[in-house]
């Protein structure tokens, strides 16, 4: 098993350019989520999803937008990028919701 | 109010001691679950345990367990015989099962850098 992937590992953009990470597993887990990790600030979710067609929003929506089509995949767009997105991303996965989420490798985006 | 909070920005401990790391949390639901991750300078996120609000004991995880005091709303974390390989940022998370939607928010706290010293 791959576990969870993400891509790409490092991105610039523009202010006002759009771009989608990618998010998969293979682990047949229900339960995904995209967080941001920002110095001092720990994680902040974003979106997630209980499972394909179901997405809610997190702390931090504003900016992005998911969709759950298939059970492996959970991109996160950004609409139009801001320096403010200039974050580490992070995406998760898990069974049920009260076991370990397994976290992708993260996606360093700089805004520009 | 934070909901996690992790009042050590960052701690120091001999190798072979034991630390302990603290963590409390602010919830009025009776269903909630905390967990605790590790986070290597390499960057990935590594699970380390988790309990669940109506565990009746302490959970453990090898060198790892947990301190759960439900009346105090404290779960700290507490690492035995520490390695080298220990040092790393430790993050504390709560699940709220009536945080809205579908009850699958996970909170983090702001985390705490731990060193091992030799």
């Known amino acids: 098993n791959a576990g969870v992937t993400q891509t790409p590992k490092f991105q610039v953009l523009k202010t006002g350019q759009s771009m989608t990470l990618q998010c998969a597993q293979d682990?047949?887990?229900?339960?995904m989520s995209w967080y941001r990790q920002d110095p001092g600030m720990g994680l902040r979710l974003i979106h997630y999803?209980?499972?394909?067609?179901?997405?809610d929003q997190g702390e931090v929506p504003n900016g992005y937008n998911v969709s759950r089509s298939t059970t492996e995949d959970f991109p996160l767009r950004l609409l139009s990028a801001a320096p403010s997105q200039t974050s580490v991303y992070f995406c998760?996965?898990?069974?049920?919701?009260?076991?370990?989420?397994?976290f992708g490798p993260g996606t360093r985006l700089t805004v520009l | 109010a934070q909901k996690i909070t992790q009042t050590q920005p960052g701690m120091f401990v001999q190798e072979k001691e034991a630390v302990t790391l603290d963590c409390t949390y602010d919830?009025?639901?009776?269903?909630?679950?905390l967990f605790w991750y590790k986070q290597p300078s390499s960057g990935e996120m590594i699970f380390l345990i988790y309990?669940?609000?109506?565990?009746?004991q302490n959970a453990t995880e090898g060198r790892y367990s947990l301190n759960f005091q439900k009346a105090r709303k404290s779960a700290n974390l507490v690492i035995s015989a520490s390695q080298l390989g220990d040092s790393a940022m430790y993050f504390c998370?709560?699940?709220?099962?009536?945080?809205?939607?579908?009850?699958?928010?996970?909170?983090f706290g702001k985390g705490t850098l731990l060193t091992v010293n030799p």
């Open positions: 998760a996965s898990s069974y049920h919701r009260d076991n370990e989420q397994f």
């Open positions: 309990q669940g609000s109506y565990d009746q």
């Open positions: 682990m047949n887990h229900e339960y």
């Open positions: 919830t009025s639901d009776p269903s909630y679950g």
């Open positions: 998370a709560m699940r709220e099962a009536n945080s809205g939607g579908s009850n699958y928010k996970l909170t």
């Open positions: 999803s209980v499972g394909a067609g179901i997405t």
